[in-house]
């Protein structure tokens, strides 16, 4: 396994989810090759891969939606022998809208209420204030994106542990998408709560993630905090062909062009070294994403 | 317990259509019905005339019957398609993965559909049977008090006729579901692996497993098997000689003849019960209770929304 891993901060307790050795195969094919991770409370993690790269197999593995080999605890407890019981602590979102169409907001509230006993219903209320989802309204009746507030209002109204979004905005438009983790970040996080998020939209959440885990093809190549992303990583853009001999000669993990420019990211290369070669900065999440992740199969022009 | 009240109410929320909505509906007709045939004289000229002058109270007993026979076929159809498509609801409604995040066991979730398929789904069908009576009767009395052939006795006579009817129906109704319990279940339980198609597979499994009997242990032909003669025996309603015998002085009664005795509810509804075959009736607990564990395993397992 090619894992670039640095320890997180160490955790003040014990870990949100551990996993070690976490495989999983359907039929012959194994898609998970045995994962081993840690995820310390009150952290907001991003789960970062290509389509089919296993994310939502961890994820089901972390929520006890799927049997694995190896070992996976998460708040302590086996998710998949005891998820019912799991899932007083744990809420999640996953990639399909899922609310039960044929009831009505008021007639879910009602429900939940009875059914989680963390849930709470006049929060779920509070949630809605402001938007234009109103009780007596059918899940059916509600667009995409009111469907996706609706889902966030309901596990925002449960008092977990551990929220697990996978996919939570899919399909939905640029507003609805801001909003949506501007309202988890004010609304939902504090301390004690761990958010784990998987999407594609990378540059969208970059800004709220304490940490990352980047999953290629079943292997974990990457699970950092992202401060240390930015002291590790660094971007460099190179104007003048004659420095770019030198550049190469430290051992970019990724190069390509772009409008005549040549970009290179380095691991662990000191900024003063790089300095004189070109203009220096961090690269975003999905310059990362595509440095780190490519494949050649999938690639036609592969990393250097 | 909370939890699981709740998840019987989703259950009649999401099948409301079936079992509230459409009754309704049904009652309305039959209501409409009624009245039309009582106001446009089409019934009066059989009914309220010289029918209801002879033998007036065996009426009300036969039409409540014919009532409570018609609504009963409505619950076992609406009951088989419950359990036929009700229990694979949450993947077709892609909703499975929800209810996953809920803090309740499959297991859990599949008895409360089983548990709303014998309670609350059959009892506001029930109820609505029970109010169609009242309907029925109250047309009839109606007619009858303005042809004059109905007094206050007759009130009496009828609430009484009504209640002894209304009780061997509901006994008739909790026989037949714990008689049809572990079918309901299995049913149930196929729909939970493999969704619609457990509507053919359960019309043809009795067949396959008598064929499969045959096959491999010979015998006559697929249906001279064991299996298909317990099939026929633990598929066929309970009956009592009671409500035959009753039947077969009833029907005498309404070509004419006067004195046959009113049906005692008391009486049917203790034959209903004794001629239940209790044995079997726990067995089939045991193999519903089975069954929906299995298909609760399956579902846990198998994570396709």
């Known amino acids: ?304 | 317990m909370k939890a699981f009240t709740a998840l019987m109410h989703r259950e009649f929320i999401e099948h409301k259509g079936a079992f509230f909505l459409g009754p309704m509906l049904l009652l309305a007709v039959l209501f409409g019905l009624t009245i039309l045939a009582f106001t446009v004289g089409r019934v009066d000229v059989h009914l309220s005339g010289a029918l209801f002058t002879v033998a007036p109270l065996i009426i009300y007993e036969m039409g409540f019957f014919g009532l409570g026979f018609a609504w009963s076929l409505y619950l076992a159809v609406t009951l088989f398609f419950y359990c036929a498509d009700g229990f694979a609801a949450d993947k077709r409604n892609n909703a499975m993965l929800f209810w996953k995040s809920m803090p309740v066991t499959d297991f859990k979730i599949l008895l409360s559909k089983l548990t709303a398929a014998v309670t609350i789904l059959p009892g506001v069908v029930f109820g609505l049977a029970l109010l169609s009576g009242v309907l029925l009767f109250g047309v009839a009395f109606a007619t009858m008090s303005i042809n004059g052939t109905a007094s206050v006795g007759t009130l009496g006579a009828i609430a009484g006729i009504y209640g002894n009817v209304a009780l061997t129906l509901f006994t008739a109704l909790i026989a037949a579901l714990l008689w049809y319990l572990p079918v309901m279940a299995l049913v149930g339980a196929i729909a939970a692996a493999i969704g619609r198609w457990a509507i053919p597979i359960a019309l043809l499994l009795p067949t396959l497993i008598s064929t499969l009997e045959w096959v491999t242990l010979g015998g006559l032909h697929p249906f001279a098997t064991n299996t298909w003669r317990f099939l026929q025996y633990r598929l066929a309603v309970p009956q009592t000689d009671y409500v035959d015998t009753w039947f077969a002085a009833a029907e005498t009664a309404t070509s004419g003849r006067l004195g046959v005795p009113r049906f005692d509810g008391v009486a049917a509804s203790g034959e209903v019960l004794a001629s239940l075959d209790w044995a079997q009736i726990g067995i089939g607990i045991v193999f519903a209770l089975a069954a929906i564990y299995l298909a609760s395993e399956y579902r846990r397992r198998v994570n396709d929304n």
């Open chain 1, 1 to 304: 396994m090619n894992e670039l891993t640095l320890d997180p901060a160490p955790p003040s307790g014990e870990p949100i989810v551990s996993a070690r050795g976490l495989r999983k195969s359907f039929g012959r094919k194994e898609v998970l090759h045995g994962l081993d991770f840690d995820i310390p409370a009150g952290r907001i993690y991003g789960l970062i891969g290509h389509n089919g790269a296993g994310k939502t197999t961890a994820l089901n593995a972390m929520l006890g939606l799927t049997d694995c080999q190896g070992t996976i605890r998460v708040l302590g407890e086996d998710p998949f022998a005891r998820r019912a019981k799991l899932m007083e602590n744990v809420a999640f979102i996953s990639d399909v809208a899922s609310l039960p169409r044929f009831l009505r907001v008021r007639e879910l509230f009602a429900l939940l209420s009875n059914i989680h006993p963390n849930f709470s219903q006049d929060k779920a209320r509070g949630f809605l204030e402001g938007t234009d989802i109103k009780p007596e309204m059918k899940v059916k009746h509600l667009s995409k994106g009111m469907i996706a507030q609706l889902h966030l209002a309901v596990v925002m109204a449960i008092d977990a542990k551990l929220l697990v979004l996978d996919e939570p905005t899919l399909g939905l438009d640029i507003t609805y998408r801001k909003r949506f983790y501007r309202r988890l970040l004010e609304d939902y996080m504090t301390e004690e709560r761990t958010l784990l998020i998987t999407t594609h939209q990378v540059d969208e959440i970059e800004f709220m993630l304490s940490d990352i885990m980047f999953i290629r093809d079943g292997d974990l190549v990457l699970h950092m905090q992202m401060e240390t992303v930015n002291d590790k990583f660094t971007q460099l853009v190179v104007t003048d062909p004659a420095q770019l001999a030198s550049a190469r000669a430290l051992k970019p993990v990724f190069e390509e062009t772009r409008f005549g420019q040549t970009v290179l990211i380095f691991d662990g290369v000191p900024r003063a070294q790089l300095e004189p070669l070109g203009a220096l900065s961090t690269p975003t999440l999905s310059d990362l994403f595509v440095a780190l992740m490519q494949r050649p199969t999938a690639n036609a022009e592969p990393a250097r």
